[in-house]
């Protein structure tokens, strides 16, 4: 059974920096796409891709956090990891992880964006 474990959330003032984690149990595949979603609390609870980082390293990002949110993953610990740096308060939402098996990530439509598994997410919120 997969599970995704999401923390490191927490509150921050803009402009400080946040290292979410999520670790991955029970992935077998060797090929696949991992990444972040998030989704604002209120009001519309709108869902949305952040970074994801596929089994051969490549990414994508969000324009919205390009230059600013780096995805990773250390293998070894199958942890996945996404730095934020420049927060602000539209960065605010539940951040969740996600993964699908497959070569290569593109951008899916909601309301899976076809990952397979998801974590049950971490807090974000940033005040100004």
């Known amino acids: 059974r997969v599970q995704l474990v999401e923390s490191g959330g927490g509150s921050v003032q803009a402009g400080q920096s946040l290292r979410l984690s999520c670790v991955v149990s029970?992935?077998?595949?060797?090929?696949?796409?991992m990444g972040w979603y998030r989704q604002t609390q209120s009001p519309d609870k709108k869902r949305e891709g952040v970074?994801?980082?596929?089994?051969?390293?490549?990414?994508l990002y969000a324009d919205s956090v390009k230059g600013r949110f780096t995805v990773s993953e250390d293998r070894a610990k199958k942890t996945l990891y996404l730095q934020m740096n420049y927060l602000n308060p539209e960065d605010t939402a539940m951040y969740y992880c996600?993964?699908?098996?497959?070569?290569?990530?593109?951008?899916?439509?909601?309301?899976?964006?076809?990952?397979?598994?998801w974590g049950k997410g971490t807090l974000v919120t940033i005040s100004s």
């Open positions: 029970g992935w077998t595949k060797p090929n696949y796409c």
């Open positions: 970074a994801l980082i596929d089994s051969d390293g490549a990414t």
């Open positions: 996600a993964i699908e098996a497959g070569s290569g990530c593109v951008w899916g439509e909601p309301p899976t964006f076809g990952m397979d598994d």
